[in-house]
C-alpha cells in the first residue's frame, strides 16, 4: 500500500473507529486494507437507465473520479436508497466539483418495480444500473454491509476509499477533499509532528491509586494529522485521544491514566500510530511508587 493510500486508510478508520466497540474498527480496518487499492470490475454490457428508459452516463470512463453505489436486495430497499440524500450530494458536486465527480448506481432489486416506484416518487432522474442478475457483485464481492457498499473511485476504477456519505457525512467530507486535492499527493499525505512531552516523570505516586496525564502534539506539517490507535505497554496504563483529523498548525492531546499496584519505579510506553514517517510515536511515562 502506497503511503498516500496509508494516510487514506487513517483517515477512514478515523471516521468508522469508536471509543467503546473495538470489534467494529476491527471490521473496518480488516474491509478497508482489503478494498483500498482494488479495482473495481464492471460488466461489459453494463446499461444505464432513467425510469426504465436507456440512456447514456456522460464522462462515466473519462471522469477522473467515481462514486459507486451499490445496493443489494436485503433489508428495507427504501431506507437503504436515501434518494433525497444522494440527490443533494450530486447537485453539490455538480457545483463544487464541476467535471470532476460521476456517479454510478447499481440495483441488485428483490422487487425491481418497487424500486422503480421508488426513483419516481423521490423523483430521482440521475441514471441507475438496475442489475437483477446481481452479476457485479459476482464480479467484486461486496462487502454485506451497507456503510462499506459504497466507494470512490479514480479514473482507472480503483478503489481509492470506502464509506457511504449519505451514512457518515464526515466520508462526504474525505472524498472532497481527495477530489479537490486538498489531500495533496506531492507529500504522500505524510505530515510532521512536534511532541511537546514525549517523557512525563510521575514521583511519588501512590500504589493502587489511578494518576492522569496528557501528552500534547502539534502538527507542523502541512497535512492532516490522523491518529489511529494508541497502544498502551500493559493494562495499567489507559489512553485516549481525538479522532477526528487535527489540521495543520493546530494542537491535540493524548490523555492517559496509570493505575500501579507495585511499589518502585517503573517505565511504561504509549505507541502512537499516525500519518507521520517514523510511526508509531513512542511517548513514555516513568517514576516511582510509593
Known amino acids: 500500500m502506497s503511503q498516500k493510500n496509508i494516510f487514506i486508510f487513517l483517515m477512514l478508520i478515523s471516521l468508522f473507529a469508536c471509543n467503546k466497540k473495538d470489534d467494529r474498527q476491527a471490521e473496518a480496518e480488516q474491509i478497508v486494507t482489503e478494498w483500498v487499492g482494488k479495482t473495481i470490475q464492471f460488466p461489459n454490457n453494463m446499461t444505464f437507465s432513467v425510469y426504465e428508459k436507456d440512456t447514456l ?20 430497499t427504501s431506507c437503504k436508497l436515501k434518494l433525497y440524500e444522494w440527490q443533494r450530494l450530486i447537485a453539490e458536486a455538480d457545483t463544487a466539483l464541476a467535471g470532476k465527480l460521476s456517479f454510478v448506481f447499481c ?5 425491481k418495480d418497487e424500486l422503480l416506484f421508488l426513483f419516481k416518487r423521490d423523483r430521482f432522474n440521475y441514471p441507475i444500473v438496475v442489475d437483477e442478475t446481481n452479476l457485479i457483485n459476482q464480479l467484486n ?6 456503510e462499506f457498499q459504497c466507494f470512490l473511485l479514480d479514473i482507472d476504477n480503483k478503489v481509492i476509499s470506502v464509506g ?27 505530515t510532521h509532528v512536534e511532541v511537546i ?35 498502551t505497554s500493559c493494562g495499567c496504563t489507559n489512553a485516549d485521544w481525538e479522532r477526528e483529523p487535527i489540521e495543520k498548525g493546530k494542537s491535540t492531546a493524548i490523555s492517559a491514566d496509570i493505575t500501579l499496584d ?15 514517517e517514523n510511526s508509531p510515536i513512542i511517548l513514555t511515562v516513568k517514576g516511582n511508587v510509593n
Do not use: R
Open 262 to 276: 507495585e511499589t518502585g519505579y517503573f517505565s511504561k510506553t504509549l505507541s502512537v500510530y499516525c500519518n507521520v
Open 164 to 190: 457511504n456519505p449519505t451514512l457518515n457525512p464526515k466520508v462526504w467530507d474525505l472524498y472532497k477533499q481527495i477530489i479537490s486535492g486538498k489531500i495533496n499527493a506531492d507529500n504522500n499525505g505524510i
Open 57 to 76: 452516463l456522460s464522462g462515466f470512463y473519462s471522469s477522473p473520479y467515481k462514486i459507486l453505489l451499490y445496493v443489494d436486495s436485503t433489508g428495507c
Open 141 to 146: 464481492g461486496f462487502p454485506q454491509k451497507a
Open 197 to 231: 512531552n514525549k517523557e512525563i516523570q510521575l514521583d511519588n505516586i501512590k500504589a493502587g491509586k489511578k494518576q492522569a496525564m496528557t501528552f500534547k502534539l502539534k502538527n507542523t506539517g502541512n497535512t492532516a494529522l490522523v491518529i489511529s490507535d494508541v497502544k
Open 107 to 111: 440495483f441488485q432489486p428483490k422487487n
